[in-house]
DNA sequence: GATATTTACTTGTATACGCAAGTATATATC
DNA sequence: GATATATACTTGCGTATACAAGTAAATATC
């Protein structure tokens, strides 16, 4: 009975609790009409400083490949949750900016957002999860 | 600029570090031939009683519906992973076991996912570790 | 003990990705 | 400033997975 690590076992615990978590979530973020992706997008994008940003990027936050990107903000743009925005200091990007209608979605979704999220991790008291959100940015 | 509540940067951040994680291992896994949804049936295969489990067992433990499992079971079984059992009690259950080759398999796997995850998550204490792993068990 | 319901699993079909290759534009090198 | 390389993105195709419907066996109800 080979002892196992204490890393295997926070990596595979992390694993199933995520996909238990975005799973619930996602579920509750349907009823907007929008995926999990979908709201990550939408968040990243509003807290974005500029506002407007490179697929590329998205892409990198949100931990996709660009042509998942691609086919992610397709819909958005023709549903104008999002619009596209040229960069005049680079023809090859096309920036992604929150429209309005947007902006009224991922306000109505992100109130949702944080009520089931509080449900979901309220066993954890506020402290105990702001320390493991500081714990997760050293890790990798 | 309204305020965001600590549940949902903490259910974004885990989601976003679960991605990352995984990718992570599941490059490293595929050394192996494997993927990291298989490894974990092989870790939970090695690590219950019986040793032989219930698909549906299995598949509310990693968090996959149960065709997911169907799919995900049947190369390993081609592939003399696992090997099927019946249950005399139960003939709707197939149990799934690992075989002898599955148990090499998973040994040298588990060497390698024990390194990496070591390397990912090295910069947390082990006893910050512990105390994650411990608070993940009271969420949801 | 026959019938209805539930459970365990499989299969058809749809979706959400990733990877590889392609295109257009920018940057670096000479 | 021409050519090579790198970057940002899109598209074709394959894979992993979910959901819905189907099947067979177990359990509950009468």
Redesign the pocket.
């Known amino acids: 009975m080979s002892s196992e690590s204490i890393s295997s076992v926070f990596v595979i615990k992390n694993a199933l609790l995520a996909s238990k978590l975005s799973?619930r979530v996602g579920n509750h973020l349907s009823a907007h009409g929008i995926?999990l992706?979908e709201y990550l997008v939408m968040h990243y994008l509003d807290n974005s400083p500029q506002k407007a940003v490179?697929?590329?990027?998205l892409?990198e936050h949100i931990?996709?490949?660009?042509?998942?990107?691609?086919?992610?903000?397709?819909p958005m743009e023709k549903n104008k949750i999002v619009e596209k925005v040229v960069?005049p200091?680079?023809?090859?990007?096309?920036?992604v900016k929150l429209s309005k209608t947007g902006q009224r979605l991922y306000g109505e979704a992100s109130t949702s957002f944080e009520y089931i999220t509080n449900e979901l991790v309220g066993n954890l008291s506020l402290s105990q999860q702001e320390k493991i959100v500081a714990l997760y940015a050293k890790v990798i």
């Not at 490179?54 to 990027?57: F, N, Q």
């Not at 931990?63 to 397709?74: D, K, N, P, Q, Y």
């Open positions: 799973k995926s992706a490179p697929r590329i990027e892409a931990g996709m490949s660009a042509s998942g990107i691609t086919r992610l903000i397709s960069n200091r680079d023809a090859r990007q096309s920036l």
